[in-house]
C-alpha cells in the first residue's frame, strides 16, 4: 500500500493545500451538527445501511465517528498517524461487510453537502474554486485510503484461493499422469497377454482342431488388434489428444464378435445366440451414431 508520502505527491497535495484546509474548517465545522443529521438521515434511507444502526448504541457510535472523521479531515495532519487511522476505518468497513460501493457513494454525499455549504458561504469566485479543488483532494485521498482496504482483503482471497488452487491442480496433474501411465503398463500386459493366447489358438489349430483353431484364432486376433488400438488411443491421450468414446463401443463390439465366434463351434442354444446378435445389433447403431456425432463435429 502507498506511503502518505507517495499519497501527497500524486494527488498533488501542497503548502497551499494545507491553508486551504484551514479556511475550510472555518467554513464547514461550524455546520458539523447539520453535517452528522444530513448524513445519518442520509443513510437510514436505504435499507441496507440503516441495517447497521438498528440499536440506539449504534446509532450514537456513528455519529460519533463520522463528526471525527469530519473535524479530522481538516485539522489532522497527513502524515502516517492519519493514514492509519483511515486504514483502520477502511478495515472496520471490511469487518462488518459494508459493501464498497456504498462507502462510494457516501462519499459522494459528503462531497455534495459540502460542495454546496463552500458555494453558499464563499462569494469570491476564484477563492471558491481554490478551496474546492482543495477539498476534493483531501475527498479523494480519504476514499482511495478507505477503498484500498477492499482491495486487499479481494485480493487476500484471490492470493489465498489461487495458491490451494495451484497445488491442488498441480498434485491432481501428477497423479493423472500417473495413473495414466499404469493403465499404459496394464494395456501393454494385457497385449502381450493376448498375443500368446493367439500364439497358443494357431498352436492348437495346427496341433489338435483347425476348424475350432482358426476359429478361436480369429477371435484372438480381433482382441489383439482392439488392444493396439486401445494402446494407440492411450498413446496419443499422453501427448494432449483427446479420448474418444467410439475406441469403447468398437472394443465391446469386437468381445461380442470374439464371443459369437466361441459360442458357434461350442454349439450354444438359440436364445445365446439371438442374445449375442442382438446385444451386436444394439452396438452397431450405437457405433454408427458416435461415428456420425464425430463426423459432424469435425466438419463444424
Same mark, same amino acid.
Given at each position: 500500500m502507498e506511503s502518505i508520502d507517495e499519497i501527497q505527491r500524486d494527488y498533488e497535495l501542497t503548502r497551499l493545500d494545507e491553508d486551504n484546509l484551514k479556511e475550510l474548517s472555518e467554513i464547514l465545522l461550524p455546520s458539523i451538527?447539520?453535517?452528522a443529521a444530513d448524513f445519518y438521515s442520509y443513510l437510514m434511507k436505504d435499507h441496507y445501511t440503516a441495517s447497521f444502526f438498528e440499536t440506539e448504541t449504534a446509532q450514537r457510535r456513528r455519529e460519533e465517528t463520522i463528526k471525527?472523521?469530519?473535524?479530522?479531515?481538516?485539522t489532522a495532519r497527513y502524515d502516517n498517524r492519519y493514514l492509519v487511522r483511515l486504514r483502520k476505518i477502511g478495515k472496520v468497513h471490511v469487518k462488518i461487510g459494508l459493501k464498497g460501493h456504498y462507502v462510494n457513494a457516501s462519499m459522494n454525499h459528503i462531497r455534495n453537502f459540502c460542495h454546496r455549504q463552500v458555494i453558499e458561504l464563499v462569494s469570491d469566485a476564484d477563492k471558491r474554486r481554490e478551496l474546492l479543488e482543495t477539498l476534493n483532494k483531501v475527498l479523494d485521498i480519504n476514499l482511495d485510503v478507505m477503498t484500498s482496504s477492499y482491495r486487499d482483503a479481494e485480493l487476500k482471497k484471490v492470493f489465498v484461493s489461487q495458491r490451494v488452487e495451484s497445488v491442488i491442480i498441480?498434485?491432481?496433474?501428477? =497423479?493423472?499422469? $500417473?495413473?495414466?501411465?499404469?493403465?499404459?503398463?496394464? /494395456?501393454?500386459?494385457m497385449a502381450v497377454g493376448v498375443a500368446s493366447l493367439l500364439a497358443q489358438d494357431v498352436v492348437y489349430a495346427f496341433t489338435t482342431? =483347425?476348424?475350432? $483353431?482358426?476359429?478361436k484364432a480369429l477371435g484372438s486376433l /480381433?482382441?489383439?488388434?482392439?488392444m493396439i488400438e486401445l494402446l494407440h488411443t492411450q498413446v496419443e491421450h499422453l501427448r494432449g489428444g483427446r479420448l474418444h468414446v467410439r475406441i469403447f463401443v468398437e472394443l465391446a463390439l469386437v468381445a461380442f464378435i470374439r464371443k459369437?465366434?466361441?459360442a458357434s463351434i461350442e454349439e450354444k442354444d438359440p436364445i445365446t445366440f439371438g442374445l449375442l446378435i442382438g446385444g451386436l445389433f444394439v452396438l452397431g447403431i450405437l457405433l454408427y451414431f458416435l461415428a456420425k456425432a464425430e463426423n459432424t463435429r469435425q466438419t463444424i
Open positions: 451538527e447539520e453535517f471525527k472523521w469530519f473535524e479530522d479531515l481538516f498441480r498434485w491432481s496433474e501428477r =497423479l493423472l499422469h $500417473g495413473l495414466n501411465l499404469v493403465l499404459m503398463i496394464g /494395456l501393454l500386459t482342431s =483347425l476348424e475350432t $483353431g482358426v476359429i /480381433l482382441i489383439l488388434w482392439m459369437l465366434f466361441v
